[in-house]
């Protein structure tokens, strides 16, 4: 292993994270109207030199959440989803989203549900408690709350040590993932 590098900046906060959208409208009702990020900025160009040499005509959303950060997506005029990745469950690459409190986090599964969108949570995972869904593109999300402190039996191991020393214990366990999958307890307690 290389050694690490020294860090010469700092990472001010998340502007955007983008994904491709399939329907540009349904996208816009979605973010907009139901869960009230409003569309702040567009750009609607051929080619881009952040697009790697290829012609491509676009449409790049950018809907802004109350801190000022954006999630964004690109139509490319195709009505074709993102494919998932064939080695990936659909649960593991997803966005979580941060609300107010735990009244806005069940108010918004009522949204979410009331409008066809299934739910599954709240879970409590100790740090956070969250809800997942997928949006009309089908991206799995998480709408998420802090719960500093808190530990839920079956959820996780509670550790006192330090995230860098649960980093060292998973380098060292991580080629038994599978077996110790085997093992769990397939009925926590939520």
Known sequence: MTARPQHTFDVKGLHHFAYKCQDPVRTRWFYEDLLGMPLEHTVRATHKPSTGGEPVHFLHMFFRMTDGSYIAFFDLGDDEASQPSPNTAAWINHIALEV????ALVRARHTLEANGFPVVGPLNHGFVKSIYFFDPNGIRMEFTIRTPGEHV???GH???ASASAEFDLWIKERSRAKEFAQTWDLHPVY
């Open 158 to 160: 509670k550790s006192d």
């Open 100 to 103: 107010a409190d735990e009244a």
């Open 153 to 155: 039996p079956g959820d």
